[in-house]
């Protein structure tokens, strides 16, 4: 019987690497091997330096330094907790894949840096990071699908998607049935297309299964900078005040405006932990013309520079 030479998988891992990614690209691959009748599939970890990285769920896996000439068919990057790890400045390592005729897979935090990187702005990542750098580097709308493809470089938003990524990359090495089972042993009834939108950064989302519910949070969600008047939202989705206000209260335990407040508190939230942009020009990037400091402290129970002092490990002033 002729045994094929195993398709080779080098995972680029960084201290705080997400573990979800991390689980899904080995997982699927595992579990492929597991429906053949020989191994398919081999992979290995990699870091700048070798030697065990860990990620904040407290995880550790053993690696290898990169090889000055891999020989890889695949290099993965998954995401980081840190969006701005120096780590994810990996470039030179990307190009040195490339110049191999490598496929490269980008996931989350490690597309958005080379998106920021090299100004590919019709690549994909979490809708998280494209919101950051819209703020930073003033990056267009783009796409919001799960993934993209341009080339040799896959780059995708990660998380749970890294699952659709990974059976998608099987599935161009083995026949579909071996994929089909492989999906249903991780109970992941259906298989995304690449180019699916991101349940929230796509604007296509299920949050309460209300219909008038669900397309009213979606305006909310597109309407972020610039929020609409309640008055508007009523008549976008075409019921009464008295309607909405019931279908909020019934859900969701708040009102309207309460919500849509809150969710861009949450997305100032973002911005601020996660950049290094002006809390004014957050607060205007999330439709705050006034009042933001007694809104976020409100919200989150610290001034907005205190709560960043406390994520980079400083000592919050005086609220």
Not at 79 to 93: C, F, K, M
Not at 210 to 238: F, G, K, T
């Amino acid at each position: 019987m002729h045994i094929r030479a195993p398709i080779r998988f080098d995972i680029w891992l960084t201290p705080g690497f997400v573990l979800t990614e991390y689980a899904a690209i080995t997982d699927v691959l595992r579990t492929t091997n597991r429906c053949l009748p020989e191994p398919l599939f081999a992979w290995r970890s990699l870091s700048v330096a070798g030697g065990p990285i860990q990620c904040l769920s407290d995880a550790w896996v053993e690696t290898l330094p990169p090889d000055p000439y891999p020989e890889a068919e695949y290099f993965i990057a998954p995401g980081n907790s840190d969006p701005t790890h120096p780590a994810l400045s990996i470039e030179r390592v990307i190009d040195t894949y490339l110049s191999r005729q490598s496929k490269v897979v980008l996931l989350a935090e490690a597309a958005a840096r080379h998106i920021q990187a090299r100004g590919h702005h019709e690549l994909a990542t979490h809708w998280e990071n494209r919101a950051i750098l819209q703020e930073e580097i003033g990056l267009d709308d783009g796409p919001h699908a799960l993934a993209t493809e341009v080339g040799q470089v896959i780059t995708s938003a990660g998380m749970g998607s890294t699952v659709d990524v990974m059976l998608t990359i099987v599935a161009r090495h083995v026949d579909p049935a071996a994929v089909t089972t492989v999906a249903d042993i991780l109970l992941h009834d259906v298989i995304r297309d690449l180019g699916t939108l991101q349940p929230y950064g796509g604007k296509r989302i299920a949050v309460t299964g209300d219909s008038v519910l669900d397309r009213c949070i979606e305006l909310m969600q597109a309407n972020v900078e610039e929020p609409l008047p309640i008055a508007d939202l009523v008549r976008l989705v075409n019921v009464s005040s008295r309607s909405l206000e019931r279908r909020f209260r019934d859900r969701l335990g708040t009102r309207p405006a309460q919500y849509y407040r809150a969710l861009r508190l949450h997305r100032a939230n973002n911005l601020l932990l996660n950049t290094s942009l002006p809390v004014n020009q957050i607060a205007l990037a999330c439709g705050f013309q006034s009042g933001f400091t007694s809104h976020y402290h409100a919200q989150f129970g610290l001034k907005p520079m205190d709560m960043r002092k406390r994520k980079r490990g400083g000592t919050p002033g005086a609220a």
